[in-house]
């Protein structure tokens, strides 16, 4: 008879591991880049504002990913983002558009649209945070991401964005 002993520490287990602490860290990492999305969204530059709120998402998945331990690639998340904004549709989509290009305008076009556009992206940065923040404290991770069922709850979330970023002082007062 042989003894044999097997290293449970090679066994990887897909079970999800949040803490309170990784929670509210990652609920913080969701609140401050939403903050910088509507300030991104003020930008005076027509397209420059849409690349910058982009980049605040793919910055703020990148600080989620560093809260839950995953390994972060931009290759993976920024077709994901897309994908994402791309399926809230011409409804949703063409009032963004309208807003950064009405910055054309001088004076009025600029104040009005930016605070539109803050207000927009705002509310779907907190969409994408929440959504990735719920995949990660789930045990997920950018590879295996449900774009199918992502885009579903996806925009569930931004109407629940567009509410509570509405009530946030901070995006308000843009």
């Not at 991104?40 to 910058?52: R, Y």
């Not at 290759?75 to 809230?88: D, E, F, K, T």
């Not at 990735?132 to 991401?145: A, P």
Request: net charge negative.
């Amino acid at each position: 008879m042989t003894d044999t002993t097997i290293d449970v520490t090679a066994i990887e287990i897909d079970t999800p591991v949040d803490t309170a602490a990784q929670f509210a860290k990652a609920q913080e990492v969701v609140i401050h880049n939403v903050a910088w999305s509507a300030g991104a969204g003020m930008l005076p530059i027509p397209g420059l504002d849409l690349v910058a709120i982009t980049g605040v998402q793919l910055k703020m998945i990148n600080e989620l990913c560093s809260v839950y331990g995953i390994p972060f690639k931009k290759s993976l998340a920024r077709p994901i983002v897309i994908s994402l904004i791309g399926s809230l549709g011409a409804t949703m989509l063409a009032p963004v558009v309208a807003s950064t290009t009405f910055k054309l305008v001088p004076g009025i076009g600029w104040l009005l649209s930016g605070t539109a556009l803050a207000a927009t992206s705002a509310g779907i940065t907190y969409a994408v945070g929440q959504l990735f923040l719920d995949h990660f404290k789930s045990g997920g991770n950018l590879e295996n991401f449900n774009l199918i069922e992502g885009r579903g709850i996806f925009k569930r979330k931004v109407k629940e964005g567009m509410n509570e970023t509405a009530k946030d002082e901070t995006v308000a007062a843009l």
